[in-house]
């Protein structure tokens, strides 16, 4: 979705538009899942924050002062309650099974190409993985990353850098036979 027509449905939404918040829902609804699940490695946990966030942003969205902002504010909030369910739980991994991560998906093609990407991003660190994540999975821009993550565009780019020299040395690995 470009942008100008994001904020024009999130300005709509801010009216009231229950029509412009279920274009807005069903657009990042299938990201923020995997997003999520990306988090915790749990798919329960995964579907109740995303779904504890979606009420939150319904309830705040008129606070949102700066429309072009949605996309982060969504990823930030699916994030922090991701968090938030980890703590107040032990959590048991259950992961997807094949037929489970295309259906939480809008194109289970993509999915499927990207499983062997999924299982290489899931070897770095946390942090690198959500930035990873968010930056080539999910296409957010690196200012709408840092706004999600909490850090300065600098630590971002850093990460990003680190992900992919540890993507190069796990993949180069698997080429030698070393991992």
């Known amino acids: ?101 295309v259906a939480a998906t809008s194109g289970g093609v993509q999915w499927a190409t990207a499983g062997q990407i999924t299982a290489l991003i899931a070897r770095l660190p946390e942090v690198e993985q959500q930035a990873v994540h968010l930056f080539y999975l999910e296409e957010l821009t690196l200012s709408e990353i840092s706004a999600v993550l909490d850090v300065p565009v600098g630590t971002l780019k850093s990460r990003l850098n680190r992900a992919r020299a540890h993507l190069k040395e796990i993949i180069e690995g698997e080429e030698n036979g070393n991992d």
Request: hydrophobic share 45%.
């Open 1 to 101: 979705m470009s942008e100008s027509k994001e904020t024009y449905l999130v300005l709509q939404a801010q009216a009231g538009s229950e029509q412009a918040f279920a274009v807005l829902y069903r657009s990042y609804h299938a990201s923020l899942l995997r997003f999520a699940y990306r988090l915790c490695k749990n798919e329960q946990l995964a579907f109740d924050a995303v779904q504890d966030a979606w009420i939150t942003i319904a309830r705040t969205l008129e606070d949102l002062y700066e429309p072009s902002m949605f996309r982060a504010r969504v990823f930030k909030a699916v994030r922090w309650r991701t968090i938030d369910l980890l703590r107040k739980q032990t959590v048991i991994t259950v992961p997807f099974d094949e037929d489970t991560q």
